[in-house]
């Protein structure tokens, strides 16, 4: 039902952790900074020529402000608008669009 309780990604990562007595190196899961990181030095990016682009705030647009991106929310996903409005001001995207279809008229030089 709408209520039940789903284990996420960070519980079965404990877990193996503990299993295996050692934490991870790196952890390859949105809201992480460090794979944000990885992935702009190994595509050879810059955070300031990047925009994430996701639906939800507390995964998508904070694996891209955790480094400086860009941000872009669009609303063709799993939060609604009046969810995104409604989280705390540092957690707002930069951008938000109907679709990724404006992401190139958003990102346009002024």
């Known amino acids: 039902g709408d209520h039940a309780i ?11 952790a503990t ?9 390859c899961g949105k809201p992480s900074r460090g794979l944000a990181l990885q992935l702009l030095e190994s595509e050879g990016f810059t955070a300031a020529s990047t925009c994430m682009v996701g639906d939800r705030t507390d995964t998508d647009i904070e694996f891209g402000r955790s480094v400086g991106m ?3 929310f669009v609303e ?3 939060m609604t608008l009046d ?3 409604a989280v705390e001001e540092a957690s ?4 938000i669009a109907f679709s990724i ?8 030089p002024p």
Not at 6 to 16: D, E, F, K, R, T
């Open 70 to 72: 860009e941000t872009l």
């Open 76 to 78: 063709s996903g799993s």
């Open 101 to 108: 279809a404006t992401l190139a008229e958003l990102l346009k």
């Open 92 to 95: 707002q995207p930069r951008f």
């Open 19 to 27: 299993a295996c007595g050692r934490e991870p190196t790196i952890v």
């Open 83 to 85: 969810e995104v409005r």
């Open 6 to 16: 789903v284990p996420a990604a960070g519980s079965l990562l404990q877990a193996v």
